[in-house]
């Protein structure tokens, strides 16, 4: 079993930057994809940021628009979502998520692991 926590979410001003991390316990995820996804009320499961287990290859939502950068340190099984210049509408929690996922991994489903989330509020 892998347990996900995050951490780094918060109350931030329009414009503002914020950095989310992800760290892992129970076993290394050196092998395992890594995602972002964020979920507003009402709203379902967003795809925000993935990453490759080499760390070599990413991919962003189509709302992200070059805003936020997904990384990662396998040594330290932590996994980073830089957010810079936050708009209202990004507020949402933000879940990390890990699997060992080849393709489809902007859908949630094949997912394994998943964090609590961390609240992420945008004011203007």
């Not at 892992?24 to 993935?50: H, L």
């Not at 080499?54 to 709302?63: H, Q, W």
């Not at 933000?94 to 692991?113: L, T």
Request: glycine share 12%.
């Amino acid at each position: 079993q892998v347990q996900l926590v995050e951490s780094g979410g918060g109350l931030v001003q329009a414009g503002g930057s914020l950095r989310l991390s992800c760290t892992a316990s129970g076993r290394t995820f050196s092998r395992y994809a890594m995602g972002w996804f964020r979920q507003a009320p009402g709203k379902e499961r967003e795809f925000v940021a993935a990453i490759h287990w080499s760390g070599g290859s990413t991919d962003y939502g189509d709302s992200i628009k070059g805003r936020f950068t997904i990384s990662r340190d396998n040594a330290k099984n932590t996994v980073y979502l830089q957010m810079n210049s936050l708009k209202p509408e990004d507020t949402a929690v933000y879940y990390c998520a890990a699997g060992k996922v080849v393709s489809a991994y902007r859908s949630p489903i094949p997912y394994e692991y998943w964090g609590q989330g961390t609240q992420v509020t945008v004011s203007s």
